[in-house]
């Protein structure tokens, strides 16, 4: 058995490609949407896939076992109670499906969704299952969430979770390797902090998982939930897309290219402008009115959190590389309608004697001096968690993902300075804020605890400043 894996920076998502070396005959476990990479990895074995499993409805991305199903023919396996409404082979706890020599034995799981199955898989001539694929069930270091599908269900999911983390890890072998669909830096796990591997053995995580160790179900159930926080708006839509089957691509779209006055155009008919260049140069200049989230592992995350759901966008990057890796972000997480990009960028638009925009930026040791003789307004865009940790004296506390609903809130009359951790969501921020006529400075690099140790200590953070990279983080 040769197992690939696929790991989504950002998204934290992780998926599969599981061939018999004997028959030639794979299967794919949660495919992303943008499938291209499966059947690219299956050529290079020279195997055929013939099953793609999935291990629950998904709420952090859309499907791509549909699209995978058009290009190969392949059998779509999903719990039988999750109801889809798409073609598929409906499984029940026990059940077995044959890849090749492979057995595929399902296992219901409930906890991170009600029909969450994960799949135990046997070589041919071996009693012990050689690995399982646990979904959101048992992540590496942790449990998969349980408050993503109705707030109503979360207590009596949470107490599955518990009994479904136990029958895995008391009933198949310590060598049998773990393989979870969630990893490092998914919103679908009871914590932002999990391991950074992606793969384990039920041996290492029935010896050091947490949640594992909580033996006692009360505090299972008082742990998982004190560890959930915020997670993308965009989530709410997944489910149902989901269930009934996302629209089939074919390939991640390529984009239309506009011109200045058709991008003047979108913007004035409320079409927004997602901007993917780098923070600092969208400060220095920019189209008025974009957001700017940079064109990270987290971009996609971001729009979804930011942006109305599915409504037509337009996209600028630095390069058609940008553009395609922007548009495969989008359509993960369910924008379609991807209106097209500002052909030629800025020079373009310049050219057409359009105006730009631009804001200043600050450092952390620039503010601090700054506040102790002019009147700012610091606006702070990190989660509830970090603001607890400590935070500037008379700040705004908004968290980025809650900006849009909360502009009219920010006062005026004074220039308002975004802030967070590392510069990243305070770019995010200063952008929105800047588009509403605010004079509006962004600390671009380094964060609230920057300032507080300069707060602190009444000294240079120069060394502060200098050990943080750009944020690539989700929150």
């Known amino acids: 058995m040769r197992v690939e894996q696929f790991f989504l920076d950002g998204l934290g998502h992780q998926s599969y490609l599981i061939a018999d070396e004997a028959t030639h005959i794979a299967a794919v476990v949660d495919p992303r949407r943008d499938v291209e990479i ?17 291990t629950h409805v998904h709420n952090d991305y859309v499907t791509g076992a ?17 109801e889809l409404r798409y073609e598929h082979l409906g499984v029940r706890d026990g059940d077995r499906v044959e890849v090749g020599s492979l057995t595929f034995t399902v296992l ?7 029909d969450h199955v994960s799949y135990a898989v046997y070589e041919a001539g071996n009693s012990q299952a050689s690995a399982v694929f646990t979904g959101g069930s048992l992540l590496v270091g942790s449990a998969g969430r349980t408050d993503l599908v109705s707030p109503g269900m979360t207590l009596s999911l949470t107490r ?5 983390l136990h029958r895995l890890l008391d009933t198949l072998p310590n060598d049998a390797s773990v393989y ?15 391991s950074p591997a992606h793969s384990s053995t039920i041996r290492r995580e029935r010896e050091a998982n947490p949640a594992a160790l909580l033996g006692d ?6 742990t998982q939930l004190a560890g959930y926080g915020v997670y993308p708006a965009y989530y709410q839509y997944m489910g149902d897309i989901n269930q009934r089957g996302p629209r089939i691509l074919g390939d991640v779209p390529d984009l239309t290219p506009l011109q200045p006055h058709e991008v003047r155009k979108g913007l004035n008919q409320g079409i927004p402008l997602l901007d993917g260049r780098p923070r600092r140069a969208f400060a220095r200049e920019h189209i ?91 606006l702070d865009v990190r989660d509830a968690t970090e603001w607890g940790s400590g935070h500037l004296p008379g700040a705004q506390h908004i968290h980025i993902g809650d900006l849009m609903r909360h502009l009219h809130e920010i006062p005026r009359g004074q220039p308002v300075v975004t802030i967070c951790r590392t510069g990243h969501r305070a770019s995010m921020a200063a952008s929105i804020v800047s588009a509403l006529g605010h004079d ?25 400043e200098a050990s943080q990279p750009l944020d690539h983080t989700h929150l």
Not at 217 to 222: G, I, K, L, Q, S
């Open 288 to 378: 008025p009115g974009a957001l700017n989230i940079e064109l990270d592992a987290s971009f996609g995350i971001y729009a979804g959190w930011l942006l109305p759901f599915n409504k037509p966008l337009m996209l600028l990057t630095e390069d058609e590389a940008g553009r395609k890796e922007g548009a495969a972000q989008l359509i993960r997480i369910g924008y379609e309608r991807l209106h097209g990009y500002p052909q030629g960028g800025i020079p373009a638009w310049k050219a057409a004697g359009f105006p730009t925009g631009h804001f200043g930026a600050v450092t952390v040791r620039e503010l601090y001096a700054r506040l102790r003789s002019e009147p700012l307004h610091v």
């Open 440 to 464: 509006v400075l962004a600390v671009q690099s380094g964060g609230v605890s920057d300032w507080l140790a300069l707060a602190a200590h009444g000294h240079d953070t120069s060394t502060h």
């Open 66 to 82: 549909l699209e995978l199903r058009e290009r190969t023919g392949a059998t779509i396996v999903n719990a039988a109670s999750a």
């Open 38 to 54: 499966y059947l690219a990895a299956a050529r290079a074995l020279d195997a055929r896939i013939a099953y793609i499993f999935e």
């Open 108 to 114: 219901a799981t409930p906890g991170h969704t009600p």
């Open 160 to 164: 599955d979770q518990f009994h479904s």
């Open 217 to 222: 179900e009360a505090d299972f159930v008082r």
């Open 180 to 194: 979870p669909t969630h990893g490092a830096g998914s919103f679908c796990g009871a914590t932002m902090t999990g």
